[in-house]
């Protein structure tokens, strides 16, 4: 067995999460922290000797991950969501830095598979510190969503992907954007950030040229278009909604 914890939180993940186990059964053990799952999600989980499935009424996302991250045995950690499943070439590598004991993290690729397809090869992928140290990473717990874990120590961009499968179609990657949006408001107007006539109106077509030029979605044909439009409304979401809190609190406070 891989001397490393793999922690994941769910909820409803029943439709992926077979593969996502299936990828890492021969880790020494799987921490699941559900939310409330009712669809399969317990029973698959149960089904695999290394797993171990709890629940925990939802926290938030850094949170929740903390809690489970805080429940691992090993000293060397992997996180994935229900929804991910770990490549081979991924898998080697882990191995690899836990006997070369050198470095303390890995920045890993996430390969969206959008409406059923891999990002092509010419895309560039996001990447995030997905395996480390356990005594060496910790996340931001002021972070709402897209929550990161800060590595005290090297880290190292890894070869093998991540492959995340939850975009399965359009109305769930606008769904999920839409909840995101919420979130990264709120954590702004907390964080006192004030929103940008300039921003708003700017920011959806910088944001398209971004996705679909520079970080290369052409090369994904249609699917790249239609995903670079929607990561831009995204961006546009979360500074109007960020106009809407302000609009919303200063009302209230002069009533």
Same mark, same amino acid.
């Given at each position: ?8 939180v769910t909820?409803?993940c029943g ?49 929740q991950k ?104 359009? =109305? #769930?990657?606008?769904?999920? !954007?839409?909840? +995101?949006?919420? *979130? @990264? ?5 907390? &964080? ?32 790249? =278009? #239609?995903?670079?439009?929607? !990561?831009?409304? +995204?961006?546009? *979401? @979360? ?5 809407? &809190? ?10």
């Open positions: 067995m891989i001397p490393c914890s793999v922690y994941i909820l409803n439709a992926w999460l077979q593969d996502t186990l299936e990828s890492v059964k021969d880790f020494s053990e799987v921490i699941i922290l559900d939310s409330g799952s009712t669809d399969d999600t317990y029973a698959i989980a149960r089904s695999f000797a290394n797993t171990r499935i709890s629940h925990q009424d939802w926290q938030g996302y850094a949170v903390s809690l489970a991250l805080a429940q691992c045995k090993n000293d060397w950690v992997l996180n994935l969501d229900g929804d991910e499943v770990l490549s081979l070439e991924l898998k080697a590598e882990i191995e690899h830095t836990i006997q070369d004991n050198q470095i303390d993290a890995l920045i890993i690729p996430i390969n969206d598979v959008f409406l059923g397809v891999p990002n092509s090869k010419h895309t560039k992928k996001h990447a995030k510190v997905r395996f480390f140290r356990k005594s060496k990473g910790q996340y931001d717990l002021e972070n709402k969503v897209h929550e990161n874990v800060i590595v005290d120590g090297q880290s190292v961009k890894a070869e093998g992907d991540i492959y995340h499968y939850g975009e399965s179609s359009i =109305f #769930v990657k606008v769904e999920k !954007n839409n909840q +995101y949006s919420n *979130l @990264k408001a709120v954590e702004k107007y907390q &964080k006192g950030k004030s929103p940008s006539i300039l921003k708003l109106v700017m920011v959806m077509p910088l944001m398209f040229i971004k996705s679909y030029f520079f970080r290369r979605n052409y090369a994904n044909g249609w699917r790249g =278009f #239609v995903g670079s439009m929607i !990561n831009a409304f +995204y961006a546009f *979401l @979360k500074e109007a909604k960020l106009f809407e &809190k302000r609009s919303y609190n200063k009302r209230n406070s002069e009533d």
